[in-house]
């Protein structure tokens, strides 16, 4: 290249540096499909509201974290639901802390979104920052799990699952099974790898335990938290299998990433996760029915049963939206209906409360 045609190049690329720049290139980047994860404090600009725009309805999102199966198709789930004509939506993840979580919320406020929808992470500590979105008029929609507030006027509504009723069915399954296979209660012996403490989903399925082992005189050898994660699932299994040896008979898990894990702690210890309690196996029950790598496990049997929890609330939460946009009232609380599987043939049905409700294959 001579020297001219250098600087013809140069001015080109300076044009086009120009051009990038005035178009807006590189900034408003609402969210990155395909990576689901726009984490705070990664990139600061990266939930700037768009110039306001009369059509555009603005949802800021808070999710909690990215710990399971169940929140990565909770996640795509509301990006796919607001990535539509006359939505933006702003995600930020708030990796699993609550106080990620209230920094969301409050630059939602400052950035003058229409609708704030929060996942949070646990249940308590929502008061102050749900009083500042009140006070700058904005509804807050939750999603998932709960907030205890004293106010309950704090949040607009809830969408999500009932997490005890999952529990209680899980329950009713395991009893109807150990019946079924002739095993005496007293040999029920259970651990219990709980959910994040503090959330409503690991309140529910652990009240739900507690209940069912009162009345069926089960016996509860141990709980622990294993945060929702294979990683800690695993952990918090083979710590049990050391502790308790081979008394441990059912492996109550609050999700399936933990029954997974859980699955791969009793593997390597020489153990078998499955049907036959007779011969030893370990009955691990899970709740979610997310995953493929779960719902492969339960046709397998290493999975004995899963309480369905259904993660696809985007289309939901958007429903509760137009309704507030045309002026009517949802409903406070808004219940998803769910299933339960198993691939063992003994149980087909379980019915809790007078509702039938029919054992599916996985
Ligand atoms: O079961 C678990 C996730 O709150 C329902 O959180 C949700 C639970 C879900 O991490 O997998």
Not at 329 to 336: A, G, I, M, S
Request: charged share 25%; aromatic share 6%; net charge negative.
């Amino acid at each position: 290249m001579n020297k001219r045609t250098t600087r013809l190049f140069r001015i080109c690329i300076m044009m086009l540096l120009l051009a990038a720049v005035l178009t807006g290139c590189g900034s408003g980047i609402l969210f990155a499909p395909g990576t689901g994860e726009s984490g705070i404090g990664e990139d600061p600009g990266a939930a700037e509201a768009p110039a306001p725009d009369h059509h555009t309805i603005t949802v800021g999102f808070s999710q909690l974290g990215a710990e399971s199966d169940w929140r990565s198709a909770n996640t795509q789930s509301m990006l796919e639901a607001f990535d539509t004509d006359g939505y933006t939506l702003l995600y930020q993840n708030g990796q699993q802390k609550q106080s990620n979580q209230i920094t969301a919320i409050r630059t939602f406020i400052q950035q003058e979104v229409d609708y704030i929808v929060l996942a949070p992470a646990t249940e308590t500590g929502w008061d102050t920052v749900l009083e500042e979105a009140r006070d700058a008029g904005i509804p807050v929609i939750l999603v998932d799990r709960r907030v205890d507030v004293a106010d309950r006027s704090l949040y607009t509504c809830w969408v999500g699952s009932d997490f005890e009723l999952e529990s209680i069915k899980a329950t009713a399954w395991l009893d109807a099974y150990t019946a079924k296979k002739g095993v005496s209660t007293d040999e029920v012996r259970i651990v219990n790898i709980q959910g994040t403490i503090g959330s409503t989903a690991q309140i529910g399925r652990t009240r739900g335990l507690a209940n069912a082992v009162r009345a069926n005189d089960w016996e509860l050898l141990a709980q622990m938290s294993g945060d929702f994660t294979q990683t800690k699932g695993r952990e918090v299994m083979a710590a049990f299998l050391q502790r308790f040896d081979d008394a441990i008979r059912v492996v109550y898990c609050e999700n399936d990433n933990e029954a997974i894990g859980a699955i791969e702690a009793i593997e390597s210890a020489g153990l078998t996760a499955g049907p036959d309690l007779d011969r030893g196996d370990l009955l691990v029950i899970s709740f979610d029915g997310t995953s493929r790598e779960a719902l492969q496990l339960a046709r397998e049997g290493r999975i004995a049963c899963i309480a369905e929890c259904n993660p696809l609330h985007g289309p939901r939460v958007r429903a509760l939206i137009e309704m507030l946009e045309r002026g009517e009232t949802p409903e406070k609380f808004n219940y998803v209906e769910e299933r339960i599987f198993s691939a063992l043939p003994e149980v087909r049905e379980i019915t809790v409360d007078g509702v039938r409700y029919e054992v599916e294959k996985p």
